[in-house]
């Protein structure tokens, strides 16, 4: 069912609740406190971003593009979701992880080369010569994944709608920056492809991009989302959301008290775009401020909300999903990549895994 997400093994068996991601991470940790106590590592959000980067470093030397990396990313999620990392040679794995991306995406990659690169990239004692050790690893991926490797990406979504939103290059760039990012966070385990993707439009239309280049977890270069930017952002999509749901909730009340005639009676409210985005309406912006923005922008803004309105997406994901990009970045402002390594290497050596 590799074409229908919604019969998808992702779909069926790597969706989860938070508060079933949380549950199954202390149980890992459960399994054994006391490694957990002798080897402490930072924060979630800090080694996802560590493993990221590793893994865009590792693709950037073999020239891999976006997806495959993206790919391998979940891959690794999933993997730690069975496996206590501690007991793991990280480095070993994400190599194994972009090796076996490649395979699924259609881009393969020598095995040999892939050592290869990471030997280069990474300490020559993490990564051995042995290139059965890496074949191991990745029999060891697949059944901790249960041989469920088809990923649906969030990209698919983004480049069949952009030309129905007239998205510019720089929304177009910021939204798959956005996009790369998400994957530093757990979203990709959270949330349908879609409504990652919608949520990275959004915010892609709703921000002014920044001319400056680069971001904080993508491998390629485009605008930089800054938490204080993305807050501002996400308060006007809020607006437009519960203006939205609120309409749609008058729709239902009004059908009903007309016997069930459907949304077409007189009683219904219509939904135009002016109204159904709160956000960018003259009522409730500062003048000055809509005399400082084209008008394009804001009819695209007004065009996407009443888009959103009219189909069936979760709107309280979307606003999650933007809730938890807006805290990895403000979480990213803390971020250290030395202490990140470093507690890494340690239990690396300690435990006997660079063997």
């Known amino acids: 069912m590799a074409a229908n997400f919604w019969e998808s093994t992702q779909r069926r068996y790597w969706q989860f609740t938070k508060d079933e991601l949380a549950n199954i991470r202390q149980a890992l940790v459960d399994a054994d406190p006391n490694l957990v106590q002798s080897f402490p590592l930072p924060q979630q959000r800090h080694l996802n971003l560590y493993l990221t980067q590793q893994v865009n470093r590792l693709g950037k030397r073999l020239a891999i593009r976006q997806q495959p990396l993206a790919t391998a990313q979940v891959y690794l999620k999933r993997f730690y979701l069975r496996v206590e990392i501690r007991r793991t040679n990280p480095y070993l794995f994400i190599a194994t992880a972009v090796y076996l991306a490649c395979k699924m995406e259609e881009c393969p990659q020598h095995i040999r080369l892939v050592v290869q690169e990471a030997r280069s990239l990474w300490p020559s004692e993490f990564i051995g010569q042995d290139i059965s050790k890496l074949g191991e690893c990745e029999f060891f991926l697949i059944s901790e994944m249960s041989s469920q490797l088809i990923i649906?990406?969030?990209?698919?979504?983004?480049?069949?709608?952009?030309?129905?939103?007239?998205?510019?290059?720089?929304?177009?760039?910021?939204?798959?920056?956005?996009?790369?990012?998400?994957?530093?966070?757990?979203?990709?385990?959270?949330?349908?492809?879609?409504?990652?993707?919608?949520?990275?439009?959004?915010?892609?239309?709703?921000?002014?991009?920044?001319?400056?280049?680069?971001?904080?977890?993508?491998?390629?270069?485009?605008?930089?989302?800054?938490?204080?930017?993305?807050?501002?952002?996400?308060?006007?999509?809020?607006?437009?959301?519960?203006?939205?749901?609120?309409?749609?909730?008058?729709?239902?009340?009004?059908?009903?008290?007309?016997?069930?005639?459907?949304?077409?009676?007189?009683?219904?409210?219509?939904?135009?775009?002016?109204?159904?985005?709160?956000?960018?309406?003259?009522?409730?912006?500062?003048?000055?401020?809509?005399?400082?923005?084209?008008?394009?922008?804001?009819?695209?803004?007004?065009?996407?909300?009443?888009?959103?309105?009219?189909?069936?997406?979760?709107?309280?994901?979307?606003?999650?999903?933007?809730?938890?990009?807006?805290?990895?970045?403000?979480?990213?402002?803390?971020?250290?990549?030395?202490?990140?390594?470093?507690?890494?290497?340690?239990?690396?050596?300690?435990?006997?895994?660079?063997?």
């Open 152 to 355: 649906h990406q969030p990209y698919r979504t983004l480049t069949t709608l952009q030309s129905d939103f007239e998205l510019t290059q720089d929304e177009i760039m910021l939204a798959w920056t956005i996009i790369n990012d998400h994957y530093i966070t757990d979203l990709p385990l959270l949330y349908p492809p879609h409504t990652i993707a919608l949520t990275a439009m959004l915010l892609a239309i709703v921000l002014r991009p920044a001319n400056t280049p680069g971001n904080s977890g993508g491998q390629n270069a485009g605008p930089v989302v800054t938490a204080q930017g993305a807050a501002g952002g996400l308060a006007m999509a809020a607006n437009a959301f519960q203006a939205q749901a609120q309409a749609r909730a008058a729709a239902v009340a009004a059908a009903a008290m007309s016997g069930g005639g459907g949304n077409s009676g007189p009683g219904t409210p219509v939904m135009t775009p002016q109204a159904s985005f709160s956000g960018f309406s003259p009522t409730t912006e500062n003048p000055t401020e809509i005399k400082k923005a084209p008008d394009a922008r804001y009819a695209k803004a007004q065009r996407f909300a009443a888009w959103l309105a009219e189909s069936n997406v979760d709107l309280e994901a979307m606003i999650d999903c933007a809730q938890e990009l807006i805290s990895f970045y403000e979480c990213h402002e803390q971020y250290n990549e030395k202490m990140t390594k470093e507690a890494i290497s340690r239990f690396i050596k300690a435990r006997g895994l660079d063997k």
